[in-house]
């Protein structure tokens, strides 16, 4: 096979097993910020809190660290849960969720990013799973399972997500809340409880998104800067409240950021990343699947 053929192929295949990390990461963000209209800048902080406790557990219990986030997702849901209280109380029930509430989660962020230098020290942190060394061979293309099963595992998690917002009536008055509260209240649904709920739910993605990343790479307190506009621009891109177009972005900007990372180095790859996305918006502005207004 041709060089440049073979290093093409093994760019896509690593660019959507990267996208499978941004989607897994830009899910709960979707959830938050898409069907919420809460603009949680906080989330990648988040999610590296969830990444540096599972490098400890894994530390100290020596299991798998996508198990580890799966048993850590309780915890982050009633976390989500209690900022979301904290959220409402002080800013959205007297209509100050713009400026002041987008201050309040980089507070938030800020205070989980000294916390955890405070805690752990400012060192990276990587765990050594039981695949992570190992990687499949399918003619010139390889599959590394320390970026396969995580993505893989970060797919489970978002289908089950979109049944769970499409089969239940919880998930569909989720899908409502943003929309029309007074149809909800009508219902004699609490507004208040259900994006309590899904706040939970986007911060519990979040802690699914940490153990993936701590798998794929070393992270440390200050990782989550990386993500900040990726995921933005990942839920963005796929359309707000979109969990297919959040995964198809996902995997465009993974495989957009690798290839060119792979041919012309990876200064240029998130430089070329966002101008696809701001082409994509200059054509379609509410992005792949979003709904025009």
Known sequence: MDPDLALLLNGIVSGLLLGGLYAAAAAGLSVSFGMLDVVNIAHPAFMVLGSLIVALL???TGLDPLLLSILLTPAFWALGAAIYVAYHHFFERRGDEA????AFFFGVMFIIEVGLVLAIGPEQHFVDAAYANTTWRLGEIDLPLRMLVPALVSFAAIGGLVLFLRRTFTGRAIAAVAQDREALRLLAIDPVRIKRLA????IAMAALAGGALVVVQPVDA????VFI????????MGGLSSLGGCVLAALAFGVVENVTASFYGPSWSPAVAFGCLLLVLAVRPQGFFGRTA
């Open 99 to 102: 400026i002041q509430g987008l």
């Open 58 to 60: 894994w530390a100290a």
């Open 199 to 202: 706040f939970g739910i986007s």
């Open 222 to 225: 200050w990782s989550g800067h």
């Open 229 to 236: 506009g990726r995921v933005f621009a990942v839920v963005i």
